[in-house]
Structure formats: structure tokens, C-alpha cells
């Protein structure tokens, strides 16, 4: 369905993406994980259309991206920025309704079905209650939860999400990711997702996309990506590897320099006893 057939991006003199290649069909969930300048976000914006690459193509069902008309593509594809959404005058129904702008005809007058679909993704998404206010006054995770749900109102194929639990709580990051998990099941949606919390990819991806100074070092499963030696060469860290006590998926503690304690991947610190 989507495929990134050795891609790169320079900007200047700076290489950014050097030969990156992904495969993603129908249903899957695929990571891409890496630190920080690694070019998650602008291998996003290549599979999304919104940027060409240099060298390499994109493409979306056996045709290049970039040859998809704007509107046909908005169909089909949905991209979640790590920005977010800006705090606008607009109210929080009015911007999920936004989703469904591109599957409306040259006169955008909302159907019925487009009232039911928002209102069905307003309670998915525990939006009812905040449903008149404008967005400018929602917090920034609740901000993130009106994107999804413009996202989802939407309707598409292909879900890009560029870490898009940075603003949300625990309780909604699982929420959320849980309610992706059955979008894609119940729809055949096929999901690109950034995350830097590397316990919650292993647990909610098919497969990771590793990636370091612009190249990949790693692709495959969980347990064929989250290992020490793996996540040690591209963090430069040693970390504490555990397996999840109910998922089985590994997970990773890491270590402190203060000792007697260790933190999770999104350091939240775990209480371990003193040698």
C-alpha cells in the first residue's frame, strides 16, 4: 500500500535522509523510533506528500505520491504534525467537522451522515463535554485529542502521526493508542506513528523503524529492534532490558547515574533495591 523506496532529503549541504526504505500494508501499526535529529519527522512529511524527496520515491497503492491530487489524497491520507493544533477561535466540533472536508463535494454542506460520524468520534474521544468550547481555551493534550478526532473524521487509509503522545496524560496516551489499535483492526487502517517512548512502540507496533544520523540501523519486529546492544549503539546508553508481564514485549528500564534506581523510557523513575 505505502512504500518508501530508498529516500532521501537534504537541506543545503545537510543530509537529513540517506536511503531510507518502509513497507506498510493494510492493518499494520509501524514505529519509527530514534533520537533526536534522526529525521523521523521529515521521513513523516515524505510519506505524507507534503515534502518530495531528493533521491527515492514514495508511493501510495503503485502510484507516486506526489502525482495524487491534493483533495484525493486528503481522502486517503491523514497527518497528524507534532505541533498539533493552534489554539483556534473555532470550537471543538467545528474542528473535528473540518475532518470531513474532503470528502465533501465543491458546495461543503454537512450531511447528516457527517453529523452522526462527528458525533460518534466526539464520545469515542471524550470530546462531548467540550464540544462548544473553543479550542484556544483546551489545554495541550486536550488540544491533541481534538486533532486525533479531526483525524478520525477524516476517515482515512493511512494515519501519520508525528508523536502524538507528547501532551497527553498516561491514562489518555493508553486511550488513545488503544483506540488506534482498533481503528486499524476494524478498518484495515495502515498506521505510521513517531514515538519516543520506546516501551509504549513495542507494545503497540507491528514492526520499528530504527533510525540514526538519517539512515535506518534497524527494521523488524519488537523483539528484533528493542534489544540492549540495538538501543545501546543508537542512544549511546546501557539500558535494562525486562520483558512486560502481561504483552511479553520487551521493555526498557533505564539506568540513572545516581544509583539505586531506574526510569522508564519516558523517564518516569521505578523504585529498585540498592546493591
Not at 13 to 23: A, Q, T, Y
Not at 26 to 40: A, L, R, T, W
Not at 52 to 81: F, N
Not at 181 to 205: E, P, T, Y
Request: proline share 7%.
Amino acid at each position: 500500500m505505502l512504500a518508501a523506496r530508498k529516500v532521501g532529503k537534504h537541506y543545503g549541504e545537510r543530509s537529513v535522509l540517506s536511503e531510507v526504505s518502509l513497507n506498510v500494508g493494510p492493518g499494520e501499526m509501524v514505529g519509527i523510533i530514534g533520537p533526536n535529529g534522526s529525521g523521523k519527522t521529515t521521513l513523516l512529511r515524505l510519506l505524507s506528500g507534503e515534502e518530495r524527496p531528493d533521491t527515492g520515491t514514495v508511493m501510495w497503492e503503485d502510484r507516486p505520491i506526489a502525482d495524487w491530487p491534493v483533495r484525493e489524497r486528503a481522502r486517503r491520507i491523514a497527518l497528524l504534525p507534532q505541533e498539533g493544533l493552534p489554539p483556534l477561535d473555532f470550537t471543538v466540533e467545528e474542528v473535528v467537522m473540518m475532518g470531513r472536508h474532503p470528502h465533501q463535494g465543491w458546495w461543503p454542506w454537512i450531511t447528516e451522515r457527517d453529523r452522526a460520524l462527528v458525533e460518534e468520534i466526539l464520545a469515542d474521544t471524550d470530546l462531548l463535554s467540550h464540544r462548544w468550547r473553543p479550542v484556544a481555551v483546551l489545554s495541550g493534550g486536550e488540544r491533541q485529542r481534538v486533532a486525533i478526532a479531526q483525524a478520525m473524521a477524516q476517515q482515512p487509509r493511512l494515519l501519520l502521526l508525528d508523536e502524538p503522545t507528547t501532551y497527553l496524560d498516561v491514562r489518555h496516551q493508553l486511550s488513545m493508542l488503544d483506540r488506534i489499535v482498533r481503528w486499524k483492526r476494524k478498518d484495515g487502517l495502515s498506521v505510521v506513528i513517531v514515538l519516543h517512548d520506546l516501551n509504549l512502540a513495542a507494545q503497540f507496533c507491528d514492526r520499528l523503524l530504527l533510525l540514526k544520523n538519517g539512515r535506518v540501523i534497524r527494521e523488524g519486529t519488537p523483539e528484533q529492534v528493542i534489544q540492549a546492544s540495538v538501543i545501546r549503539d543508537a542512544y549511546g546508553i546501557d539500558p535494562v532490558m525486562v520483558r512486560h508481564p502481561s504483552a511479553g514485549v520487551p521493555q526498557v528500564l533505564l539506568q540513572s547515574e545516581e544509583k539505586g534506581f531506574v526510569t522508564t523510557s519516558c523517564g518516569q523513575p521505578l523504585s529498585v533495591s540498592a546493591p
